[in-house]
């Protein structure tokens, strides 16, 4: 499985545009990167996964580049309801083993 | 409704004490997990559980121990609970070669208080 690195923490405020970008320098051929929100007392949900150059759902956008070594998610325009942990993991074939977290991104939206 | 349920919500027990929490997903998917989140907001996986194999992480002390009557449901008994089991506990499941657009679906958490 890839080893990932995150930020520990991000400031943002309102209406910006965050980006969060992980490091998988040991990332494997068959590893997608997959990345999940988790907000205090509620327990972790899929916010997007891809395998290389840029996925979009209405959440947010992942950018992966060719040499597949780090991934960036971005949140467009951010509001104070985004802040939470953000966790971006390896994961094999897309779907096959378990999900291994990191310590995550800690975002803290402000007004 | 509700995806992935785990009951109870939250657990206060004496140490030693043998307790149970259950699970149920009603997403018909194929395989189900237990991850611990401890006082550091690591979050560990325990066990993966589908109809044809069990995983176990091999750090998990085998006083925890899943029980699955049938494939919605994934149970966690604890047997001689201690203080250092003190966690919240989420429960998760993903269908078999999870989808790309939905992820694995987790529960909202048991927190275990141990005392």
């Known amino acids: 499985l890839a080893k990932t690195t995150q930020p520990i923490s991000m400031d943002s405020y309102e209406g910006q545009e965050v980006n969060i970008t992980c490091s998988h320098n040991?990332?494997?051929?068959?590893?997608?990167i997959t990345w999940y929100q988790q907000f205090p007392s509620q327990g972790p949900r899929f916010i997007i996964q891809g395998y290389k150059t840029k996925v979009t759902n209405e959440v947010a956008s992942l950018f992966i580049p060719a040499d597949r070594k780090s991934s960036t998610l971005s949140l467009p325009r951010v509001s104070l309801s985004d802040t939470a942990v953000y966790y971006c993991?390896?994961?094999?074939?897309?779907?096959?083993?378990?999900?291994?977290f990191g310590k995550g991104t800690k975002l803290s939206v402000k007004p | 409704d509700t995806a992935v349920s785990q009951t109870p919500k939250y657990l206060v027990t004496q140490m030693g004490n043998d307790k149970s929490i259950k699970c149920e997903q009603n997403l018909g998917h194929d395989t189900m997990y237990w991850y611990k989140q401890d006082s550091k907001k690591f979050l560990k996986i325990m066990f993966s559980y589908n109809n044809k194999e069990l995983i176990i992480n091999e750090t998990v002390p085998n006083r925890f121990s899943p029980k699955s009557p049938d494939k919605a449901h994934l149970n966690l008994h604890i047997n001689s609970l201690e203080l250092g089991d003190s966690a919240v506990y989420f429960c998760?499941?993903?269908?078999?070669?999870?989808?790309?657009?939905?992820?694995?679906?987790f529960g909202s958490g048991t927190r275990l208080t141990v005392v």
């Open positions: 993991l390896g994961l094999p074939g897309g779907s096959q083993g378990n999900l291994i």
């Open positions: 998760a499941s993903s269908p078999h070669g999870a989808d790309s657009n939905y992820g694995y679906t």
């Open positions: 040991n990332i494997a051929t068959n590893d997608y």
